[in-house]
């Protein structure tokens, strides 16, 4: 496994949630590191990244001011907070390393993470 996904559940509406990814193989710090859900029968859609040295943030419209990623380069670990959710958050959230800038796009990402799933009960 080289990107270890942990902490999705099942959590209230309103609730929070926090997500962690490591990274167990060598990547470039100055890469990014980001995440992306996928819902049932929907496509796959950037939710947060964050750059490496100066960690530069992006973040999906649906999630802007709602969600916060961070990054411990030490711990080669990325971490995605989940406030307010909604039961439309409800996915499998997938963290994933690029070698490039900071970037959204999923085809710019080259090592992805087996997902974790996050359900918001309304």
């Known amino acids: 496994v080289q990107l270890q996904a942990s902490g999705g559940g099942l959590v209230q509406a309103g609730g929070s949630l926090n997500l962690s990814c490591t990274v167990f193989?060598?990547?470039?710090?100055?890469?990014?590191l980001g995440w992306f859900r996928q819902a049932p029968g929907l496509e796959r859609e950037f939710v947060a990244a964050i750059s490496g040295i100066l960690r530069t943030t992006r973040y999906g419209d649906s999630v802007k001011g709602r969600f916060a990623i961070s990054r411990d380069l030490a711990k080669n670990t990325v971490y995605l907070h989940m406030n307010s959710l909604k039961s439309e958050d409800t996915a499998i959230y997938y963290c994933?390393?690029?070698?490039?800038?900071?970037?959204?796009?999923?085809?710019?990402?080259?090592?992805w993470g087996q997902g974790t799933l996050v359900t918001v009960s309304s």
């Open positions: 994933a390393a690029s070698n490039k800038g900071i970037v959204t796009d999923a085809k710019d990402y080259s090592l």
């Open positions: 193989t060598p990547t470039s710090r100055k890469g990014t």
